[in-house]
């Protein structure tokens, strides 16, 4: 990857968010980034999936916990040479898996149903929203390529990684670089 700009793209899946936010810690080094690469599509910019011809380096934050973010995982490792887990979500699962020990038809039925300030709820049902599962970590979906862990990972961690892969190396994460907040 070296010597090149290269495309990148990112997206979230069942988490908070916060490792998009860590990215952005990078601060003024961000002005470094985009003169090395193209951003294509992240919730930073926008929210379109990567161009069907693909994209360098794809990072996915979160886990996967519904048939929506299960065709995103899919998409973006078909359309990534480099697919990163970022964050403990995508990496072990993290705290969206705690819906597990509950199972999917109590969390429904607690969330739309059973909450104090529901009057009259349903579940609701519709083809157009996704079919809930059991919350997992992206690698048991789809291939990864770089894990970097943390809750978020720290903003210096996500900068290594990425400026590895730019001079061409898969970066090495031990050390400062696996030390969580």
């Known amino acids: 990857?070296?010597?090149q700009k290269v495309t990148v793209a990112s997206d979230w899946l069942a988490g908070c968010a916060?490792?998009?936010?860590?990215?952005l810690d990078i601060d003024e080094r961000i002005v470094d980034l985009v003169q090395l690469v193209t951003l294509t599509s992240t919730p930073v910019t926008d929210l379109k999936h990567p161009a069907k011809e693909g994209v360098t380096v794809g990072i996915l934050e979160g886990g996967v916990n519904n048939s929506t973010t299960e065709s995103v995982a899919k998409m973006?490792?078909?359309?990534s040479k480099v697919l990163i887990a970022l964050g403990d979500?995508?990496?072990f699962g993290g705290v969206p898996t705690m819906r597990n020990a509950c199972g999917i038809k109590e969390a429904l039925q607690r969330a739309y149903v059973e909450t104090e300030?529901?009057?009259d709820g349903?579940?609701?049902h519709h083809e157009d929203i996704a079919v809930m599962q059991d919350c997992r970590a992206?690698?048991?979906v789809v291939?990864?390529?770089?894990?970097?862990?943390g809750c978020p990972p720290s903003a210096d961690a996500i900068w290594y990684v990425l400026t590895e892969l730019l001079a061409g190396r898969m970066p090495e994460l031990k050390g400062k670089y696996l030390d969580w907040h």
């Open 117 to 119: 300030s529901t009057v």
């Open 143 to 149: 291939p990864i390529d770089v894990y970097l862990p």
């Open 138 to 140: 992206i690698d048991q």
């Open 89 to 91: 979500c995508a990496v």
């Open 76 to 79: 973006f490792r078909e359309r």
């Open 18 to 23: 916060g490792c998009h936010m860590s990215l």
């Open 122 to 124: 349903q579940v609701p």
């Open 1 to 3: 990857m070296a010597d």
